[in-house]
């Protein structure tokens, strides 16, 4: 069975080539030629005249690998339509005319990762950024020992803090170790403009009164000579409420801390109940008693480990700013600090705002499922009213330790619910794979955080094994 000369869903596909005025929201399903019909969107808009200056573009996507074949891909079907036909699409000398001059200055266009967009765009107005005029993007490698040499400086700075002795030494003794520190300061860097927006304040360390603590356990421990033997209870309290009440006679805070730390004073439901009542005590009142106790403890080292790490993290918080304004003032910044600058730039700096929404006219955003809110902050930002085009698939959304979140995918989709366009026939599997597929993945995306499962439809024709 031939397939039929247009796919099923041919409708979607001439919107988005003829569709120029309006934002649409593409969701493309995988196979079905999402890059072929952004191509075929640009080609058509430059042969139109809608983008008269191919410098005012900017497509935006994922990976450097997809940038640069998204590139490729325009500068061909642009070579394709100067000499009069791109695919199915017939063009006239002027409409040749125009793709030839787009190819002429396509490498004037904006056609990159969001992060080298925003480099692009810091670049046009640095000075607006507060970042001198010849900024980098650091080398990875110097970037490691830069930081590797930064840190190294504030844990000396940390340690030969007198304001701090005690804080470090329940840090120690709670298992808080510099290695720990450093993690938190690397998942810091990676989000340090949420640290600007909420900044951390240090706490006090608690005062490690333990008379909640012990005076349950006393009371229990009166009557010691009248616990039944061979009881649970009474090995519990003997082998751990006993010394525990002894260890802890005259301890200074930090061995004190320790042995809190160490420490689990409650014992579940051990013991035999009618063994407790022939000694003349409950066991349902001492186990009352161990639970208070435990309650105050575990408060109190709760306390202690908020204290330390709240404070701790707000030192942390101050390096990671602190190493922030250091790359701004030298121009040496990394991929992260792109997009937050760039965001800051377009959100607080009108007249640098509507620079850059006159110098690029059509925005669009390939893989919008991995794209996190700052991102969508720029996008928004720099196009203002302007139509927009995005195209993505929630159901390839794999980037969520970046920030990407699915549901913010839906959000933005939901603002444009007249440009919901799907594309849904898949070029690139044959009919039994897709099956399968279909069949699979109904059952396993079925209640999780995407869109319904939409089924690719087929377009190859089987042959052989392929059915």
Request: proline fraction near 4%; hydrophobic fraction near 45%.
């Amino acid at each position: 069975m031939n397939p039929s000369p247009l796919p099923s869903d041919q409708a979607a596909r001439t919107r988005i080539l003829e569709i120029h005025q309006q934002t649409l929201f593409v969701e493309a399903g995988a196979g079905a030629g999402k890059t072929t019909a952004l191509v075929a969107r640009v080609v058509e808009m430059v042969a139109t005249g809608t983008l008269g200056d191919i410098s005012r573009l900017a497509a935006i996507t994922f990976t450097e690998n997809a940038a640069a074949e998204l590139r490729t891909r325009l500068r061909a079907a642009l070579a394709d339509a100067a000499r009069g036909r791109h695919r199915d699409r017939g063009y006239d000398a002027v409409q040749r005319d125009r793709a030839a001059a787009a190819l002429d200055r396509f490498d004037d266009a904006a056609v990159s990762t969001l992060h080298g967009f925003a480099a692009r765009l810091l670049a046009e107005v640095p000075l607006e950024a507060d970042l001198p005029p010849g900024f980098v993007v650091r080398d990875p490698i110097a970037a490691q020992v830069e930081q590797a040499g930064a840190w190294r400086c504030f844990v000396d700075e940390l340690l030969d803090d007198a304001a701090l002795a005690r804080h470090v030494s329940a840090a120690l003794t709670l298992g808080l170790a510099l290695p720990t520190l450093q993690t938190i300061s690397s998942a810091f860097a990676g989000s340090w403009d949420l640290l600007s927006d909420r900044p951390l304040t240090g706490l006090p360390l608690p005062v490690l009164d333990t008379a909640a603590v012990t005076a349950p356990l006393h009371a229990v421990a009166e009557a010691a000579d009248r616990w039944p033997d061979g009881d649970r209870l009474t090995e519990h309290l003997r082998d751990v409420v006993l010394p525990f009440l002894d260890e802890i006679e005259g301890l200074a805070d930090d061995d004190l801390l320790a042995a809190l730390l160490n420490r689990k004073l409650g014992s579940g439901n051990a013991g035999n109940r009618s063994a407790w009542l022939k000694a003349g005590l409950t066991k349902e009142a001492v186990l009352e008693r161990l639970k208070e106790a435990e309650a105050a403890r575990s408060a109190l080292v709760t306390a202690t480990g908020r204290a330390v790490t709240t404070t701790l993290a707000a030192r942390v918080q101050d390096h990671v700013l602190a190493e922030v304004a250091r790359r701004k003032a030298s121009g040496r910044l990394d991929f992260h600090d792109l997009l937050v600058l760039a965001r800051d730039l377009l959100r607080d700096h009108d007249e640098a705002r509507e620079l850059l929404r006159a110098r690029w006219q059509v925005v669009m955003v390939d893989e919008f499922q991995d794209t996190d809110p700052l991102q969508v902050e720029i996008v928004d930002l720099l196009a203002g009213r302007a139509p927009q085009f995005f195209v993505g698939d929630p159901k390839q959304s794999i980037y969520r330790f970046r920030r990407a979140d699915v549901e913010l995918y839906a959000r933005v989709g939901a603002r444009y619910p007249e440009g919901h366009t799907e594309l849904s026939v898949n070029f690139r599997s044959v009919p039994g794979i897709l099956r399968a597929v279909n069949l699979a993945f109904r059952v396993l995306l079925d209640g999780q955080d995407h869109a319904p499962y939409a089924d690719l439809l087929e377009r190859r024709v089987a042959t052989g094994d392929d059915a």
